[in-house]
Nanobody, 116 residues
Framework: QVQLVESGGGLVQAGGSLRLSCAASASIFSANHMDWFRQAPGKQRELVAGLTSGGSTYYADYVKGRFTASRDNAKNTVSLQMNGLKPEDTAVYYC??????????WGQGTQVTVSS
């Protein structure tokens, strides 16, 4: 079983920044995908950003240019730098990792609240 622990959420004013981190209990070096999802109240969970094993990144249109996903294989961590936050970014953010032959794992989530 792989455990993922997110941190870095909190309350910030619109236009501010937060950096989320996700620490994995196992190596992420071989992960197929390392993703960040979010879920706002009353809405479905949606993909925000992610990285492939080859180092490519992908982003939802609504965060392009504002959010940056990165990984540190040596520390088994994945991060999400969020700049220019908007009230509509308010949600619980989840880290998720897809490991070959082991499946997808999820963190417990961290709350991000952006005030106007």
């Amino acid at each position: 079983q792989v455990q993922l622990v997110e941190s870095g959420g909190g309350l910030v004013q619109a236009g501010g920044s937060l950096r989320l981190s996700c620490a994995a209990s196992a190596s992420i070096f071989s992960a197929n995908h390392m993703d960040w999802f979010r879920q706002a109240p009353g809405k479905q969970r949606e993909l925000v950003a992610g990285l492939t094993s080859g180092g490519s990144t992908y982003y939802a249109d609504y965060v392009k240019g504002r959010f940056t996903a990165s990984r540190d294989n040596a520390k088994n961590t994945v991060s999400l730098q969020m700049n220019g936050l908007k009230p509509e970014d308010t949600a619980v953010y989840y880290c998720s990792i897809d490991l070959p032959r082991r499946g997808r794992y999820w963190g417990q989530g961290t709350q991000v609240t952006v005030s106007s």
